[in-house]
Structures are given as C-alpha cells and as structure tokens.
C-alpha cells in the first residue's frame, strides 16, 4: 500500500514547513491528487490517520482535492477533459495530445497556528 508511504511524505514535509514558519500546530492539510496519479484517497485518507497520532499530528485533518486528468489537442488546440484515458480530441478526432492536469501529487497548502 503506497499511500501510507504518501501519507508519511506529506506529514513529514508539513512538519518541517511548519516548524520552520514557528508554528506549533498544523490543524488542516490540503492535498491535491490527479486522477492519473494512482492514489486512492480512500487509503490516503486511513494511512493519514494512522500515522498522524505518532506524529503529534492527532487533531490535523487531511483535505483532498481530485484534479480531473485535462489534456490539450495539438491540431486544434482544443482543452478537453480526459475519460477511461482515451486521450483522442473530441473536436478534430486527434490523438496528439499534450498532458494538462492529472499527474499532480502535491500539498496545496496547510493551517495552523
Ligand atoms: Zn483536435
């Protein structure tokens, strides 16, 4: 299960964020994941919550936000959002395609005091 190694990356990363901004407590963790990224935020959700007591975490909660997979068509330039990874353009029915959004792993922000 990767996500508990995920889990412990974005706990580990904010820890060091925090402490070096001089807060005490983190009460919110703000996470963005693509659709392409192979993340259940499901799991990422339980291995969050299995290690943050260790971590003096305990009171953090874990917010999660899906980024639908976009891909942008090189004929036509058209943006469309990618289903079932089918990545053909609904417009001009190319398969020439360049990746917008779908890949990201990241921390978007998090909260404390
Ligand atoms: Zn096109």
């Known amino acids: 299960m990767h996500e508990l190694s995920i889990a412990d990356n974005i706990i580990n990363a904010v820890k060091d964020a925090s402490q070096s901004r001089g807060m005490l407590t983190v009460s919110k963790i703000g996470v963005r994941i693509g659709s392409l990224s192979s993340v259940d935020p499901d799991a990422l959700t339980f291995g969050f919550d299995v290690l943050k007591r260790d971590q003096g975490m305990g009171d953090c909660d874990l917010a999660i936000e899906f980024v639908k997979t976009s891909a942008r068509c090189k ?39």
């Open 75 to 113: 004929k036509c330039s058209r943006e469309f959002e990618v289903s079932d990874f089918v990545f053909v353009c609904p417009d001009c029915g190319s398969s020439q395609c360049d990746l917008l959004s779908g890949q990201e792993l990241e921390i978007a922000y998090f909260e404390g005091e």
